[in-house]
Nanobody, 121 residues
């Protein structure tokens, strides 16, 4: 059983940066692929980025390549997402997930409750 909690969201101006974090308050993340998803109002859940259980392999959605960086620190049981050059289209609730490490949301077993990112122009 794994319990996840996101943090780091907030209200920022376009062009700014944020660092989101996800911590496992229960269980270990060392043997799971980890991912970030996001969901904007009126839209379906969207894949953002994933990192393998080894920490070697990463994958990003085309919409965030070059701006977002996913990383993990297994010693601290945490996952991070560094976001640069934010734009209003990035406004969404961001969720972390642990599971198989694929880009499909239904391959993940554990989810956090989400953290709100709002970008104003």
């Amino acid at each position: 059983q794994v319990q996840l909690e996101e943090s780091g969201g907030g209200l920022v101006l376009a062009g700014g940066s944020l660092r989101l974090s996800c911590t496992a308050s229960r269980g270990s993340l060392s043997n799971y692929g980890l991912a970030w998803f996001r969901q904007a109002p009126g839209k379906e859940r969207e894949f953002v980025a994933t990192v393998s259980w080894t920490g070697v392999s990463t994958d990003y959605a085309d919409s965030v390549k070059g701006r977002f960086t996913i990383s993990r620190t297994n010693a601290k049981n945490t996952l991070h997402l560094k976001i640069n050059n934010l734009n209003p289209e990035d406004t969404a609730v961001y969720y972390c997930a642990a599971g198989a490490g694929a880009s499909s949301y239904n391959t993940y077993d554990y989810w956090g409750q989400g953290t709100q990112v709002t970008v104003s122009s």
